[in-house]
Each structure stands twice: as C-alpha cells, then as structure tokens.
C-alpha cells in the first residue's frame, strides 16, 4: 500500500512514521509513505502558499493553485485519479471501520492544510473524503494524517506479526478489548485471574467476552447500544 502525504510539513510526518511497526513494515516493502511538500509548487518568487482570506477573518489561508499542482503532478505519477483525504474537523469523524474500508486502497493521498484551512475551490476539485479524527481543533492536518496511515497499516495483511492480533481487538463487534496479563503471576499483591491460567479455552472466551462488555458498558455506553448481546449480557452491561 502506498500513502501519500501533501504537507507543508514533511519532516513532521516522516519522523514519526519511520518507527517500530511501521518502520518495519516499510523495510519489508510492504507500505511506502512519501511526504511531497506543497511548498515545491509555489508559484511566486517568495516561495509563498498563502493569503488573507477574502470576507476578512483571522490568519491565512492556503491557496488554490499550488496544492493543485502538487495534486497533479502526483496523480500523473500515479496514473489514475487516487483517492484524496483531506484531513479537517468539518469531516467524517475517523473510526475501525473506515480504517478497514480504507486499507483496501492500492494507494491513499492525504492532504494536511495548516493556518486556517484551504481554499475551497480546489478541495472541491480534488477531494475525495474530508475526515476529522475527533471533535478538537488541531493547528494542522499532519498529525491525523499520521494517525490514520498507523491505524490503516496495521491492517495491511503481514503489517502485523500475528495477523489474528488485528481481529480479536477494541471496535470488534462494537465491544473494547478485554484486560490482558503478562508474567509474573502477582505484582504489587494483584494476581492474574485463576481463569487464564486454568487452560480452558471455553472458560477463558466466557470470561474475556464478560470483561469486554462490562468494560464497554463503564466507558463506552454509546457504542454498546450497537453491539450485539445476549438478554444475559445485557443484564451484565446494566449492572
Ligand atoms: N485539522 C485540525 N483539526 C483536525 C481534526 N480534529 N481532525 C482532522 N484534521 C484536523
């Protein structure tokens, strides 16, 4: 899978991509993540890409004409016309099942505006999803940008070591993930629960699939309403 970043921003996005997972993951040549910077594509002699916003209002904006010349000169080394995200908390709130629609991709452009936004006439343009990663206001589009190429490369098939590891996990089935324990046995007075260490798997599946509930029901109560549960495990939520 190949992610494109249009930023002002590169080093920003590159620098914190290059780690652990997705580092691997881009040595194994499974992804590649490339920042173009729209800067490049300045058309005057200062190198500019902003202006006052026409109406008045505070900052500025960025301008059509560069952003679209950088679009175009990737789709013409792409050779199709890909699908652009601009990253905006006017768009789509991002969740599990747009990373999934989205990992399906041969290629993903994401487009960060920075300073107060972009002109609208070449999003209108280019733009083929505008996506927020939550109702907060950030001072660019780099950092969802980044937190969407994370949580659409892990599910990249081989991304992950374990590919089951992207299936029983939070979101699944509208339930967050159950409490997980690692050795040793005690810490700090606190002992695993005797059903993981008993090696049953019915038991351990019961259990687990109770944890999720109750933890969804305490601090999810909103996604619960779409989950799937037995009368039984309604009766857990509501206790
Ligand atoms: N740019 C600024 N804030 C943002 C947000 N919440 N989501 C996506 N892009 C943004």
Redesign the pocket.
């Known amino acids: 899978m190949q992610f494109y970043i249009m930023t002002l921003f590169p080093e920003m996005v590159m620098g914190g991509l290059k780690t652990s997972i997705i580092g691997r993951a881009i040595k194994n040549e499974l992804l590649s993540i490339e920042a173009i910077n729209i800067r490049d594509y300045a058309f005057n002699k200062h190198n500019s890409v902003d202006d006052y916003p026409y109406g008045g209002g505070a900052g500025m904006l960025m301008q059509a004409e560069p952003v679209y010349q950088c679009y175009k000169a990737l789709e013409d080394r792409i050779g199709k016309r890909p699908r652009v995200v601009y990253?905006?908390?006017q768009?789509q709130t991002?969740n599990q099942k747009m990373a999934e629609e989205f990992a399906e991709e041969e290629e993903l452009v994401f487009l960060?505006?920075h300073y107060e936004g972009i002109d609208e006439r070449v999003l209108e343009e280019i733009v083929t999803d505008y996506?927020?990663?939550?109702?907060?206001?950030?001072?660019?589009?780099e950092?969802?940008a980044m937190i969407m190429v994370d949580a659409i490369s892990r599910l990249v098939p081989g991304v992950l070591h374990n590919d089951v590891s992207a299936e029983f996990e939070s979101f699944q089935d509208n339930l967050l993930e159950y409490p997980q324990y690692s050795r040793p046995e005690t810490w700090h007075d606190k002992k695993v629960p005797e059903v993981l260490m008993s090696g049953h798997h019915a038991n351990i599946e019961k259990w687990r699939r109770e944890q999720s509930v109750i933890r969804t029901a305490k601090n999810r109560p909103d996604l619960l309403e779409k989950a799937e549960l037995t009368d039984k495990e309604r009766i857990l939520a509501a206790q």
């Open positions: 990253l905006s908390p768009g991002f960060c505006g996506v927020s990663i939550g109702d907060y206001v950030l001072t660019g589009g950092l969802p």
